[in-house]
């Protein structure tokens, strides 16, 4: 079985500050892992993913996340936050089968302040 | 490309009635995926079509069900409505399942509001 939690519902950072988005998950077999990004009253817009290539991995607006298998984790990381960067994020996983239903955890809203 | 669509963009029904909503999926997916977000509950699975035939169903009662139409198109019928039922329903295609690896994308969702 595969399960993620997320560390924080809610994490507030300044303008300009690094953000970091705690993500662990639970899994039996290699994970394939994902960051998705929901803005109010909108439906999901996948930030990044993870499929056992590098484990560094780049997404869009400036994120990035690295799978670190011995610690379980996939935090989601922005070297400096912008205004528009507040949302709800979502880490997943799956096992990247066809078919696979994405395990979702409980999402982290971030808010940013100027 | 035209990404996932699906309406209406708000429903709104009274409890025990019945609900239909609609998907769109990327042209040349082949696979949808249905999930719930209720508040408190986070983004749970609800049921997966491919081929125009159901493939898994989440952790779901009966009357959450669907079908997936020769164009690939899909409809979600929730059916003896409750006041729980009332969330966002986000619905997702991919490439089918003759693909190794299969990325979801995600429509904008339906707000389904129960009364």
């Known amino acids: 079985a595969q399960s993620v939690t997320q560390l924080g519902s809610h994490v507030s950072v300044s303008e300009g500050a690094l953000v970091l988005l705690r993500c662990n998950y639970s899994s039996s077999v290699p994970p394939y892992l994902f960051w998705y990004v929901q803005y109010p009253n909108q439906g999901l817009q996948l930030l990044l993913k993870?499929?056992?290539?590098?484990?560094l991995v780049k997404g869009i607006n400036g994120f990035e996340a690295e799978f670190k298998k011995s610690e379980t984790s996939f935090h989601l990381t922005k070297p400096s936050a912008h205004m528009s960067d507040a949302a709800e994020y979502f880490c997943a996983v799956n096992l990247g089968q066809a078919g696979t239903a994405l395990i979702f955890g409980k999402g982290t809203t971030l808010s940013v302040s100027s | 490309e035209a990404g996932v669509t699906q309406s209406p963009t708000h429903l709104i029904k009274t409890r025990g009635q019945q609900a239909t909503l609609r998907c769109s999926p990327i042209?040349?997916?082949?696979?949808v995926y249905w999930y719930q977000q209720a508040l408190g509950l986070g983004l749970q699975f609800l049921l997966w079509y491919d081929e125009g035939e159901e493939r898994n169903r989440g952790n779901f009662p009966p009357r959450f069900s669907g079908r997936q139409f020769p164009n690939y198109s899909s409809e979600l019928n929730v059916n003896a409505l409750e006041l729980e039922d009332s969330a966002l329903y986000l619905c997702?295609?991919?490439?089918?399942?003759?693909?190794?690896?299969?990325?979801?994308?995600f429509g904008p969702g339906t707000r389904l509001t129960v009364l």
């Open positions: 993870y499929t056992s290539a590098a484990t």
């Open positions: 997702a295609s991919s490439l089918g399942t003759t693909f190794s690896y299969n990325e979801q994308f």
């Open positions: 042209s040349g997916h082949t696979s």
